[in-house]
């Protein structure tokens, strides 16, 4: 179904809920097309494709709310859909702080972003693509068995109507490619890493040969890690886990979160919770993005914020429900699924590079350890307790010496930020960045 048709049949839609009695409504439709194949030691394990088309409803009577969903578009299912919201929305409770958005509020200019790629993949490019990778990664001298590695293409497209007056269809597709193999032989004393690849456009993803070798080399350094004893040194933490850390400041800042008071930054706005000169940003126009949105789930403009300026939080990640909830504007943060209501989250969130590189930052450690990978559970986002088991590289004197695996890193991220140091290496690779950052005094729980 192209764009204008997708936005004529939402139209009808909200036409016919208003009809039935629905004082507002808001209709979406997705359709999404994905391919996947898995390859593991020379063999095929799978080729998958799979195609959808849903439809999503969200009918208000007064401060009354019911959302509900179909992967049907014939005319008796949407009817059947209409009936059956308005329905709804009128036995719910009441919510006071529901509305769409008003007619003034909704985006008028819709940048180009660059989302979307014109060109699919084909399978047989797929396959290639994960052969070449998995070949690369069992090349490297050390590699003993295979996870496999996995490519996927995808392509969705968004369209949006609202009784206020939007309409809109955006359309964005999303390439991706990922090895994992293993090394050593004895159950014991065997070690498993990975490498990963993903990109807006087919042709902006790293060469298989490089994530395949990647993966390898990782895997085979981590050969012989040890123990070491529970202790406080400065801890230094590889993009792959740094990222992290900025998406529990994600969820810290979440509106819906500290309207509910359940935030350990619920009190921080306007407050330095980070080092002066640290800025993190929320970057909703880059181009070929893996967040990138021209406007927001309800309608409205996205915009860059600064939500950390020189160490000082300014803003919270707002829709317009969590917005009037806590007496402030949405900030145009606003996402959703086709059957859930919209809540907010941030888009291309990284915080920015610092003056030091990686190597100089750990140059004056004596004892330290660089973390590589984390695993189990995380943050309390209550109370800010940060728990996870690592792995990574011991470093001594200024140097990353052996692999160390087993040890849990524990600390609270209301210290733990004060303490952040980012160095010079950041890379735009996800929807949320962050290069190699350090932060001393953390407890490292060992042996």
């Known amino acids: 179904m192209s764009a204008e048709q997708s936005l004529s049949l939402l139209s009808d839609l909200v036409a016919d809920a208003k009809r039935a009695g629905a004082d507002a409504v808001e209709a979406v439709q997705v359709d999404q097309i994905s391919v996947g194949v898995g390859w593991r030691m020379g063999a095929m394990e799978h080729l998958e494709r799979s195609e959808s088309s849903d439809i ?20 008796t299912a949407l009817t059947e859909l209409v009936e059956r919201a308005v329905s709804m929305a009128k036995v719910v409770p009441e919510d006071p702080y529901l509305a ?47 996870d496999g590695s996995r490519a996927g293409w995808g392509r969705s497209k968004v369209a949006f109507v609202g009784s206020n007056g939007f309409s809109q269809a955006h359309s964005a597709t999303h390439s991706s490619l990922s090895v994992s193999v293993l090394a050593g032989e004895s159950k014991d004393a065997m070690e498993t ?10 042709a902006d993803l790293r060469s298989p040969e490089e994530v395949g070798r990647e993966a390898g080399e990782r895997t085979v350094k981590r050969l012989g890690a040890r123990k070491v004893n529970t202790c406080k040194v400065p801890l230094v933490f590889d993009p792959r886990v740094s990222r992290g850390l900025i998406g529990s400041l994600s969820s810290a800042i979440n509106g819906a979160l500290v309207a509910r008071g359940t935030s350990f930054l619920k009190d921080s706005l306007g407050k330095k919770i ?23 789930a309800e309608g409205l403009p996205t915009k860059r914020w600064n939500v950390v300026e020189d160490g000082v939080l300014t803003t919270w990640i707002l829709d317009l429900r969590s917005g009037r909830q806590l007496g402030m504007a949405s900030t145009g943060h606003a996402s959703r699924g086709v059957g859930s209501a ?38 309390n986002v209550v109370t800010g307790d940060f728990s996870r088991g690592a792995g990574g590289f011991w470093i001594e004197k200024g140097e990353l010496a052996y692999p160390v695996a087993e040890v849990t890193v524990a600390g609270n991220m209301k210290e733990m930020f004060p303490n952040l140091i980012p160095a010079s290496d950041l890379e735009l690779l996800h929807g949320i960045d962050a290069p ?5 005094g953390m407890t490292l729980a060992g042996k």
């Open 56 to 75: 999503g409803l969200r009918v208000l009577i007064g401060k009354r709310q019911a959302l509900v969903s179909t992967s049907d578009p014939s005319k």
């Open 100 to 146: 769409l958005a008003e007619p003034d509020q909704l985006a008028t200019r819709f940048p180009d972003l660059d989302l979307f790629d014109p060109t699919e993949p084909s399978a047989e490019t797929l396959i290639d693509l994960a052969v070449r990778g998995e070949d690369a990664a069992r090349a490297v001298n050390g590699v003993s068995n295979s």
């Open 193 to 202: 890493d990975y490498d990963h690849t993903a990109a807006v456009f087919f």
């Open 274 to 296: 980070f080092a002066s000169g640290i800025t993190i940003v929320d970057e909703p126009h880059r181009l070929r993005g893996m967040r990138s949105r021209p406007y927001d």
């Open 342 to 379: 919209p809540s907010p989250s941030a888009s291309n969130l990284y915080l920015e590079a610092g003056p030091i590189t990686r190597e100089e930052m750990i140059s004056d450690i004596d004892q330290g350890f660089y973390i590589t990978h984390m695993f189990g559970s995380g943050v």
């Open 436 to 440: 190699t950052i350090r932060i001393d």
